[in-house]
Nanobody, 123 residues
Framework: QVHLLESGGGSVQSGGSLRLSCAAS?????MGWFRQAPGKEREGVAS???????EYANSVVGRFTISRDNAKNTLYLQMDRLRPEDTATYYC????????????????????WGQGTQVTVSS
């Protein structure tokens, strides 16, 4: 069992920045960030697999950066140049074991989920 706790959400104006954190109760091979806007499906934003394998959704490439501190079992998401369409509840997810790259942004690849943190970007 892996417990995840997100923090760092908030409200910001368009063009601003936020940094999300996800504290995990232990190490897992793959961790990811997902988001869900009202009325929409939960979508993958970024993933970090083992030491240095990152995947990003096309919509956040060049604006968001995922990182991981294995000593602290903490995952981060630095979000820059935020847009109103980034408004959503952001969830941290974790999955042990091998996950192929094309599966790391799929919701159904993950077993463990945090409770989410709200990000609101105003225009």
């Amino acid at each position: 069992q892996v417990h995840l706790l997100e923090s760092g959400g908030g409200s910001v104006q368009s063009g601003g920045s936020l940094r999300l954190s996800c504290a995990a109760s232990g190490y897992t091979d793959c961790m990811g960030w997902f988001r869900q806007a009202p009325g929409k499906e939960r979508e993958g934003v970024a993933s970090f697999y083992r030491d240095d394998n990152m995947e990003y959704a096309n919509s956040v490439v060049g604006r968001f950066t995922i990182s991981r501190d294995n000593a602290k079992n903490t995952l981060y998401l630095q979000m820059d140049r935020l847009r109103p369409e980034d408004t959503a509840t952001y969830y941290c997810a974790a999955q042990p074991g091998v996950i192929m790259s094309w599966l790391r942004l799929r919701r159904d690849s993950y077993t463990y989920w945090g409770q989410g943190t709200q990000v609101t970007v105003s225009s």
